[in-house]
């Protein structure tokens, strides 16, 4: 089975996402601090990491960048259930 790690920030507008997506690519934060000081998930403590996990164990919106996306870049803004995401696949195995 495929599995994934990855980290995110999630925030309740697509500005806010595309706010913090701009930091980020400009070296002005790491995606670990921006997490950290703006995710509204719990997971933001530790820098927005989400661990490892298979496919159906997120909302489908989350699993379509994860499994289908570059590794290694800020994916995003993700609209979900639970607001809007910026996602960093951190590491995919086949």
Do not use: W, Y
């Not at 997120?58 to 379509?64: G, L, S």
């Amino acid at each position: 089975m495929t599995t994934a790690s990855a980290r995110h920030i999630l925030v309740s507008t697509e500005q806010a996402c595309l706010d913090i997506q701009t930091k980020i690519n400009a070296g002005e934060k790491t995606f670990e601090a921006a997490a950290a000081e703006l995710s509204q998930c719990p997971s933001g403590k530790q820098g927005g990491d989400l661990g490892s996990f298979g496919p159906g164990m997120m909302v489908p919106e989350f699993d379509q960048v994860v499994f289908n996306e570059e590794v290694g870049k800020v994916h995003g803004p993700v609209k979900t259930q639970f607001g809007f995401h910026l996602v960093e696949i951190t590491q995919r195995d086949s």
